[in-house]
């Protein structure tokens, strides 16, 4: 059982979330302010704290500050170069909120804070005159209308419910993954908890709007000998414009890749785009805190195709029958989806901030929020270089 870092910080203390809700997911540690500080300030934070702060995101994956509401939306991206050196000034979705209401990443009616142009106004219901926006019309997007087999509403009334797709904050194409996403619950749904069945037949109790976690590395550690081998020595190759070729299709019920070949959209049909700015990236990525427990890295949505080194050969074989390379992946991320103790779901309490380690863990949306308002600012900032191949000279 993990124990808290050294209190070495006079701003704050990091202390591990309690052994019922880390499980065994190895995620989870609060920070407490110290003194009057009502609010995380990166004006008070020394580089002693810096490094203290990497460490314990690079140990826990999520970290949480309590009570930060009212915080100034312009704080979050100043946070985020707090873990991130290579963090750019914009968003990693780019300058502007996409807003075409067919994509996959802009069916939630989001946008973005004028003042704050870095931070994404993300949730559920209307609101007028919010944060310098005239309106939105948030939605809080689940599996009815992005899963192939969805819930039925008898399911659903009975309170059950599902992962909606499991991802990293990555655009996929042009801009690169930042290394950290913040996100702040303004406004929390609250309500009775929810449920989530397993490929096992085990449950996972949800509160409403819970935002789900697994660890990269604990995905890793779940693989056989042979397929940690094959991952580490493989390259992922990402679709052209990856969210919109994907805009047609619908998902499995686990939420971790598409669940039929032939709905893509044809590459000659996508927006404009070149091979050049399409981004593939290693299967598993270095873990900076701890290099012998590397982190299983994959969108299994948006997979293309897969390149293979022979480890004794150095011969590159290339996989690119789209229904193998997700029988592949698939098969390796949903072992970590079999049981609830490998799954941290965090229950929102308003004020939450959450700082998570974006290129360790893979998250999800879930529940079912129909008529309830909810709140969430979100700021993940593009960054300046690669994902780091666990293995060094494997990507192909």
Known sequence: MPTALPPSSTHFEIRPLPAALRKETNIGAEMLLRGDQLFIDPDLITDDDRELLRTALY???????????????SVLPRLARVW?????????????????KDNILSKNGGDRIPRAPQVSVLGSGHFKDYEGLPEVRLRHLNQREFHADPLTEDQVQSGQTRFYRWHLDAPLYERLPGRVTLIHGVKVPTGQTQRIELESGENLHVAPGASAFVSGAKAFSLLSSAEQEFALNTTIQYAPRAYEWIRDCKATSDGLTIARVGDERALDDLPEWSWDKVQSHPMVWKNPGSPDKPLLEILGCCVYALRTKDPQTGQVTEISDLARVREIVHGMQKKVLRRPEYIYAHAWEEGDLVVFHNKGVWHSITGNLDGVERILWQCTMESGVEPEPALEGSKV
């Open 84 to 100: 991130d050196d290579h963090a750019k000034s914009t968003h990693s979705g780019g300058a502007q909120m996409v807003k075409d």
């Open 59 to 73: 140990e826990h994956s999520v970290l949480v500050v309590r009570k930060q509401k009212g915080i100034e939306p």
